[in-house]
């Protein structure tokens, strides 16, 4: 924390130094009729709003891809990330962690299950979003509640649509979307509208297709005093899942029909010899992943008086996943002990109220917000060797959460200074039971010490965040904040926890600090901002035991700027800097060694979290291996050290633009590898550009992707196996080569 008080320091010197400087604009002054970056209260937060222009601009890409535009966040794709299915998105450096530690939200209510299951941002369609509000660090989780930590982004859809549009895109691997919105006035207080898309792609791998079709309908009436706001949403979603590639390491006969650098379309098992006459598995694995989704929301907002407003948020989520994941190369037809048919049906329903009070005068203006919230989850998952068999594992489980928060922004000397404090309480109840049947065929081996367990427990969390942001001139600005934020296990954490026969996690808790500044004029807008992150008792799932981490301390830089060069060119660009390592522990290497070549080999316990089996030379000064790694300085798997995008725009007519955007990812540990001895993720580059052509009511747009054909991948996992052979032997998930899509979009 030495570094965290010396920051406040400076910044609170800082404050005080330009308290008098000054001010000839007001640049921070609340909106009451427009979202603006203080209008949430969190003052001194690094936020980007994501206005509706923008999102029309970017009407050819998925929301991940448009999210990675912006500083501070990295996007990771299995399975191809066909329009944002299977992709997590990480803040603030978490690596595998990172879906549990950012909240994805709708209109304020979050998308997080109470399991680990990836969020589909397919089903979020782009043409029926108003707003993205992006909150990086944890200062948000003073509204939101646990996994804010490494922070927020809450989509906010349109309560009207203006304009009728119907788009239909077409692309490589037989990639098809379209969508149709519409909306009309009932009479002048009520209105209704309506929005709906279909996508389906072969994808750039094969057993990977992916079908999902997204249904929403909004109704909104104003009754005197309140404006009442009705969301219905439906989605369907059927996906295979082709498995991982093999990279690195000896070649076995069995991996050379499955190697990433032998295989464009990534199958993966083919053939039944390779080139060189080596035998091959034949078997392809049948692996997928359906999902269900019905989600609805109403909104009132009641004015009380200009000063005094009521906002009542009720949520009702239902989901429905079917998965088969393979244990090796058979079939659904034919399965073995490790196969697994899932049948997990999750749903949550939410009541949030929030109290506002505005108070504002010439020099002074107060806004304060009081809060409650009640949120409660259920999930039932049943667990088979195959569906239609015999139930082999059944667990039950439910939450309950009650909140208070209050946050609190106060504007000095006509807007030009801004200080913000929130503070939540969060009461969480969790509730589980875990069946084990042994005697099913499949599951005899599954928990050694027990067949059922049950577990019951209440924690309480606190949250808050300290905030300012200083004008100094017409132009400039500078912001901070302090932030305390928490997570508690999810359902799958608490599964695989059992193994021993004990839930056992501990609620993590993180701390940070982040000083910005602010610059605007006509031509160039510039947000940049510094933090450290300091965490401890971070959750790691694993498949077969989960922990606790050691404390790991994050820092980092981010940058956003948008640069008008002339009336037809534009420059926009991000910058993220991240890093991510423990400052201490030590991970146990297991008992048994084995010589291969003169190199000592550890047959790893997999105690630590990260499931690995560890082979290296640890050698202590008498000569002897050492059977512990120290882990402190060591980096976090899966967190490149840099990414950066540029993207330029330049307008070649009234109705033709042209769009060239670079993406950087730095080079990263995989994912199992907290000791940093494997092989890296390769760092790579990706080239996009497009031509966006408008007539009308027509609007055309023609685009290539990964222009200069770009091998590469952003996840990746090491083998467990660590000889000779193995060493250096990773499961890799590549991602598409060079791609085109044509789109097409008519307004009536």
Known sequence: MTKKLNTLLITYLLLVFTAFADVPEILIKPSNDQYTRLSSGLAGSNITIIDESELKNNYDKNLPQILEMYSGIEIRRLFDGVEGTNSSIDMRGFGEASKSNVLILVNGIRLNEIDMSNISFSNIPLTSIDRIEIVRGGSSATLYGSGAVGGSINVVTKNDITQNNVGFSYGSYNTQKLNVNTGTKIDN?????FSASANSSDTYRDAADYENQNFVVNYKNKIKDAVVNLDLFSSFKEQELPGPRVKGGAVYNYHYCNR???????????GSTDKNGNTCNTNQRDDYADADNIRINANIEYEINSLNNIFINLGYRDRLDKAFIAANTNTIDTPVAGDRYLKTETDSNSFNFRYENRHVETDFSNILNLGFEIGHAFYNSKRYRKENEALGHKYHASSKTRAFLIQNTIF????????????????????????????????????????????????????YNFGFEKGVNKNFSFYGNYSESFRIPNIDENIKATTSGSFHLEDQESESVELGILYQNESLNLNASYYQMDTKNEIQYDQSVNTNLDPIEREGMNIDLNYIIDQKQKVSASINVTEAEFTGGSLSMGTGTTEFGGVVYYSGNETYGYGTNTAINYLGSDGTAN????????????VPPLTFSIDYDRQID?????????????????????????????????????????????NYKIGINNLTNEKFYDFAIS??????????????????????????????
């Open 412 to 463: 000095y000397n006509q807007y030009d200074l801004a200080l913000s404090f929130g503070a939540r309480q969060e009461r969480s109840e969790t509730d589980a039971r875990d069946e084990v049947y042994r005697s099913v065929a499949g599951f005899e081996s599954i928990y050694t010490t027990i067949d059922h367990d049950t577990y019951d427990n209440s924690r309480n969390n606190y949250a």
């Open 260 to 270: 990433y650098e032998n295989s464009k379309t990534a199958k993966h098992i083919g």
């Open 654 to 698: 009234n109705s033709t633009s042209f769009n060239f955007g670079i993406k950087y990812v730095d080079e990263k540990y995989v994912s199992n590898d907290q000791e940093n001895i494997e092989p890296k993720i390769p760092d790579y580059y990706l080239i996009n550009t497009s031509l966006s052509k408008s007539s009308g009511d027509y």
């Open 189 to 193: 207080n009520s209105s209704i509208s």
């Open 719 to 748: 083998s467990t196996f660590h000889d000779d052979a193995h060493y250096g032997l990773s499961n890799v998930y590549p991602l598409p080569e060079r791609n085109y899509f044509v789109d097409f979009k008519y307004t009536f």
């Open 627 to 638: 059977q512990s790694v120290n882990l402190a300085g060591r980096k976090v798997p899966l």
